[in-house]
């Protein structure tokens, strides 16, 4: 039996995932709550939110994110990368400043507008 809280939303609830018996969550407010259970245990995922370069005169980096779930142990991979790019102004929500991140299928993007 593993003891986790939930992070899916504000509520923050207090789980027990049975490991033996097929990953049954317990403490669960909403069924969100369940899938984090379980998935925290088998494949634990996180998006990633940062900053890159960029290549303006209105700002000197852009804020991004990763545009869904990344396994949690490619996180310092993706720092990585991050650290080698610079993106060139102007930039919109949404933009993709890194396609297919590590191959795994997730792109980083740009979450704020900035001019050139």
Do not use: F, W
């Not at 504000?10 to 049975?18: A, I, N, S």
């Not at 245990?41 to 700002?59: E, F, G, H, Q, Y």
């Not at 795994?104 to 900035?114: C, F």
């Amino acid at each position: 039996m593993t003891d986790l809280i939930c992070i899916v939303c504000p509520k923050g609830c207090h789980l027990k995932v049975d490991e033996e018996n097929g990953y049954k969550v317990t403490g669960n407010g909403c069924p969100r709550g369940a899938v984090y259970g379980e998935k925290e245990l088998v494949n634990p995922t996180r998006v990633i939110t940062s900053t890159v370069r960029v290549d303006a005169k209105t700002a000197r980096r852009v804020p991004i994110k990763t545009n869904g779930d990344i396994p949690k142990g490619k996180i310092y991979d993706i720092m990585d990368e991050l650290t080698k790019v610079t993106a060139k102004a102007p930039v919109n929500v949404g933009d993709v400043i890194i396609k297919d991140v590590l191959g795994l299928g997730v792109d980083i993007v740009a979450t704020k507008k900035v001019t050139a």
